[in-house]
């Protein structure tokens, strides 16, 4: 039975946060493969996939993913027409009613951006993958994978989309209900060992976990990093995990993660409840610029691990920041800074960099006598 209310009632908020971290992902995905820096080499051709797709519109006519991507592409047509790439859009769902919906949207192929093409399929998830076996890890694509619960994005799935070069992924994932049902056969059947990993957790944490879970799939010896953003509605906290094998794809998720949560990065509520006092109007007469506690921690977690010397370069800083979810320039920098002003820290060959532009050099550090 399709769960149709979820498209006929309208997007809530929590839907459109989790749009908009795709649109701004994808944007950023986008810029970084079109027409890229990386000159002779860029790809000819760049995939995104919608696993998950839906009608492509809610029953107000809100664009839901398929329309969300559609448009970002379209803001890339002249850089397409002029560096000849290629975008294939490959939007798919099992559901009859809401591929009828998508082929409807999307008929009119002169309305398409120069360059792309859309392929829109009737399909489950499973075999949506294995159609583009081809494809997948041969060409930068972007994944979105968009399901409805938990039992789609199972160990051996993850575990295959991890495995597959150059391809980011966004996942959501109803957390609360792994928690709540961890010793479900339901549950026990899709992911085996929840139950261990989500014991004695805070509810508002939940999503902190399933990402650490998942983080714990990870084969030894691959490279690959996820990053949580909760959201909460009602008491259940559900989210996205966003996974890829590159630090710059990291960089540039944390800065739209950082856009939406200014003060964590990584929710829509106080996930730490570390502001005190909820009101903002009433943080602002007591005059409390607090930062939240969770960076101020990681300040000095950072200032600590230089004056050890485990942290030796700015290579090294920028990577311990944006594994650690901090953005190296905003969260990092100020830290660095400090320790030179005052005297403990001194940097070979001047400038640090801890932007888009680090590390291929990195500046080594030298910790002074305290
Ligand atoms: C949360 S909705 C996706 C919403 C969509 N991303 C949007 O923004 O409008 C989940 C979709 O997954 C589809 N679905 C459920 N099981 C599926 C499966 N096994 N394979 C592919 N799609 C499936 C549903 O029909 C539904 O449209």
């Not at 944007?27 to 002779?40: I, M």
Request: proline residues 4%; aromatic residues 10%; contains cysteine.
């Amino acid at each position: 039975m399709p769960n149709n209310n979820f498209f006929e009632r309208g997007f809530d908020d929590k839907t459109s946060i989790k749009l908009g971290l795709y649109e701004s992902y994808l944007t950023e995905f986008l810029g970084v493969w079109v027409a890229s820096s990386f000159g002779e080499r860029a790809p000819k051709e760049i995939d995104i996939y919608d696993f998950f797709a839906g009608p492509g519109v809610d029953g107000e006519g809100v664009p839901g993913s398929p329309m969300v991507a559609y448009e970002v592409i379209a803001k890339y047509a002249d850089r397409l027409a002029a560096s000849g790439q290629r975008i294939r859009l490959w939007l798919s769902d099992i559901e009859k009613g809401r591929v009828a919906s998508l082929r409807s949207l999307f008929s009119n192929r002169s309305e398409w951006p120069s360059n792309t093409s859309i392929e829109i399929h009737e399909m489950d998830f499973r075999d949506a993958l294995n159609a583009n076996q081809a494809r997948l890890g041969k060409i930068p694509a972007l994944i979105f994978a968009d399901q409805f619960g938990v039992k789609y994005i199972t160990p051996d799935i993850f575990q295959k989309l991890v495995a597959l070069k150059a391809t980011d992924l966004i996942f959501f994932i109803s957390s609360w209900t792994l928690n709540r049902f961890s010793d479900h056969e339901n549950i026990k059947k899709y992911h085996q060992g929840i139950g261990d990993h989500l014991k004695d957790t805070k509810a508002e944490h939940v999503h902190r976990k399933v990402k650490d879970y998942y983080q714990s799939l990870v084969p030894n010896g691959r490279e690959y990093h996820l990053a949580p953003f909760s959201m909460k509605k009602g008491a259940n906290v559900h989210g996205i995990i966003f996974g890829t094998s590159h630090i710059a794809g990291m960089r540039k998720f944390l800065n739209v993660a950082w856009k939406i949560d200014t003060d964590r990065g990584e929710a829509d509520f106080d996930i730490d409840d570390d502001r005190l006092i909820d009101d903002s109007h009433q943080l602002d007469m007591l005059g409390d610029d607090r930062a939240p506690k969770k960076v101020e921690l990681f300040q000095e977690e950072l200032r600590d691990a230089i004056l050890s010397g485990r942290l030796g370069s700015d290579k090294a800083v920028h990577e311990f920041s944006i594994y650690s979810g901090f953005r190296p320039t905003e969260h990092a920098r100020p830290v660095v800074d400090q320790l030179r002003k005052d005297g403990l820290l001194v940097v070979n060959g001047g400038r640090i960099r801890l932007g888009d532009a680090c590390c291929k050099s990195p500046r080594r550090f030298i910790v002074t006598e305290q």
